[in-house]
């Protein structure tokens, strides 16, 4: 029988767990989220409007994409002033 770890998971889950858990945790801030939400749905709006032929449906994305840029991209700046 394989031994088991104290939080009952195989060899090979505790293993993995451990590769995993041993980064440090980023933190990173719910507007960096947003903003990367918002890159992701914005270029599939785009791709859709473009696939569809709907110009003013790209249009709406690329505004999506160009606003969660700016949005991530400004998080991320005070985030790192912050730690500073």
Known sequence: MASRKPNG???GAAAIEGVLSSK???QMP???R???ALLIVG???VG???YYDRGAVSLYGLGMVAGG???YL???IRAKRRVR
């Open 43 to 45: 270029g599939l709006v």
């Open 30 to 32: 719910g507007a960096a």
């Open 74 to 76: 400004a998080s991320s």
């Open 24 to 26: 440090p945790k980023v």
């Open 9 to 11: 998971l195989s060899n």
């Open 48 to 50: 859709l409007g473009t």
């Open 34 to 36: 947003v903003g990367i």
């Open 69 to 71: 840029f700016v949005l």
